[in-house]
């Protein structure tokens, strides 16, 4: 079993107008929703051995701060631009190529988490408690998938999901 577990970066600051969208940095209230959710994955021995991150600033600061808090100091981090422009199709393609890792966080943005769940849960039983399911900021949405290599990974072997909005916890 592996599983795919995607982040949505922590509350940006609204009042940010020095740049662009990409420069725009989180909020420390954004980052406490972060930390809650971080610390409850840890407490449920919840543990990722790759991340991939969309190279905007507020993703890196949300994966920054996310892998400090679950003492994940060693972690293979990977930026990728797929992440950030939209283009989840190449994103897909790069997953179903790798050759070992079992759980892989991604820390990005709306729409591409949206994506990803109605791409693999659309035609499962899961979809009727998902499909209007918000994914709101800080919060981790996990798909788990019943297959031994990356390049099996499809909408017909998702076993299971999990969404945590730190809001909740």
Request: proline share 3%; charged share 25%.
């Amino acid at each position: 079993m592996k599983s795919l577990s995607f982040m949505r970066h922590a509350e940006s600051d609204p009042n940010y107008i020095h740049g662009n969208d990409f420069d725009r940095p989180t909020k420390k209230s954004g980052l406490k929703m972060t930390q809650i959710c971080a610390e409850h994955l840890k407490k449920n021995n919840i543990r990722y051995d790759l991340l991939f991150c969309s190279p905007a600033l507020r993703t890196k600061q949300t994966s920054s701060y996310f892998l400090s808090v679950m003492n994940l100091k060693t972690i293979e981090v990977i930026y990728d631009y797929n992440l950030y422009e939209g283009c989840s199709e190449n994103f897909l393609l790069r997953v179903r190529n790798l050759t070992k890792y079992q759980d892989i966080l991604v820390v990005t943005h709306e729409p591409q988490i949206l994506f990803f769940k109605d791409f693999f849960l659309s035609k499962t039983d899961f979809w009727a408690k998902t499909k209007d399911l918000g994914i709101v900021t800080s919060s981790v949405f996990s798909i788990n998938f019943d297959i031994y290599m990356w390049n099996e990974i499809n909408e017909s072997n998702v076993q299971s999901y999990k969404f945590l909005d730190p809001k909740l916890l």
